[in-house]
């Protein structure tokens, strides 16, 4: 099976010292109200904001009908993937691989860009 990779909303700078990967919850997809409020607040600090659905958010989009969230090995590839699509390097790319697999960072995963 290939690797799904996300498509990647911004909002903010450019070019920013930090980025901050944002995922929806189970409810709701990237560009509801709460999603856009939040990206927009954040990027009025200066700081890029990527969004991304996770496959069961994208398939829903696709074709209309809610899923179930994926398992927890298909959340974290697709972290993974954002954090590598968005340049997360040697080391701070794997240090917040690190984090959020150890679960030190489960709810908030940022790295500099």
């Known amino acids: 099976m290939d690797r799904y990779i996300p498509e990647l909303l911004f909002t903010g ?3 920013a010292p930090v980025t901050f ?16 409020t939040v990206a927009q607040g954040v990027s009025q600090a200066g700081i890029r904001v990527a969004r991304f659905e996770f496959p069961y958010m994208q398939a829903r989009r696709i074709h209309g ?9 298909a959340l974290i590839d ?3 993937t954002m954090i590598e ?5 040697e080391l701070g ?6 984090n959020y697999v150890a679960g030190v960072n489960r709810n908030l995963t940022s790295f500099s860009s």
């Open 78 to 80: 697709t972290w993974l």
């Open 21 to 36: 990967a944002f995922a929806h919850g189970a409810g709701v997809p990237i560009d509801h109200p709460f999603m856009n």
């Open 93 to 98: 790319g794997s240090q917040t691989r690190c």
């Open 85 to 89: 699509a968005l340049g997360g390097g």
């Open 13 to 15: 700078p450019a070019v």
């Open 65 to 73: 009908t809610r899923r179930p969230p994926n398992r927890a090995p």
